[in-house]
């Protein structure tokens, strides 16, 4: 049963401390995404990776976060420093892309940050 | 500027009735949409889909209406049923050939009352 896993589930920190949530995602998946979901603005693509390569990151605040693919079965995002405004849930999803065309993206289950 | 909008935060039906759910955009350049369906605490998963070449797509009690000309896609679950209650997102997607992300829309929580 291959699903998009991440880690923490939970995280909960104070303002100024770095954050690191981590996503392994669907063995044989070519891309993958780092969304967040907010009550205000719903959901917000911050980053995707095509091949481990970054591809458009321009939904993400580039003086404190940062995404990177390590290796195919992992995906990170860090926020350094964390700030109460980055409180959300952030996904991470996979998906594979045939011929230039990505359609369905498998999502995990989610990392709930809070920042106090 | 949001392409991909769902107006409506909130629906609540009746079990048993018809549960329609309202999704707008305004890029023509999209061809290609899917609703996900998320529950608490859970990532979203696909539930159905619809190419721009086709109007209707149906997957049991579940159908994708799709209007071109009004850049208007609805999702109609009849019969409705509590397990449906969860928050369904409308995603819309660029032309094959593209490398493009899906735009999200914003998500409408449905409640259906036992």
């Known amino acids: 049963d291959a699903r998009v896993t991440q880690t923490p589930r939970h995280k909960v920190t104070e303002m100024g401390q770095e954050v690191t949530m981590r996503c392994q995602p669907i063995?044989?998946?070519?891309?993958v995404f780092w969304y967040r979901q907010t009550m205000m603005q719903g959901l917000e693509l911050l980053a995707y990776?095509?091949?481990?390569?970054?591809?458009?990151d321009s939904g993400m605040p580039k003086d404190r976060f940062s995404a990177e693919m390590p290796d195919a079965t992992l995906a990170t995002l860090k926020i350094q420093p964390s700030e109460p405004r980055d409180s959300a849930v952030y996904f991470c999803?996979?998906?594979?892309?045939?011929?230039?065309?990505?359609?369905?993206?498998?999502f995990g289950p989610g990392t709930r940050l809070t920042v106090t | 500027d949001q392409q991909v909008k769902q107006n409506s935060p909130s629906l609540s039906v009746q079990e048993g009735r018809i549960s329609i759910l309202n999704c707008d955009y305004t890029n023509s350049m999209f061809d290609y949409f899917l609703w996900y369906k998320k529950y608490p605490a859970e990532g979203p998963t696909f539930l159905i889909s619809i190419s721009s070449i086709k109007d209707k797509n149906e997957d049991g009690r579940f159908t994708v209406f799709l209007n071109k000309s009004a850049k208007h896609l609805s999702l109609h679950i009849v019969p409705s049923q509590p397990g449906d209650s969860a928050v369904y997102f409308c995603a819309a997607s660029p032309p094959r050939g593209s490398a493009r992300q899906l735009t999200f829309g914003s998500g409408t929580q449905l409640t259906v009352l036992p």
């Open positions: 063995l044989g998946h070519n891309t």
């Open positions: 990776f095509r091949n481990r390569a970054p591809l458009d």
């Open positions: 999803a996979s998906g594979l892309v045939l011929s230039g065309t990505l359609h369905e993206q498998y």
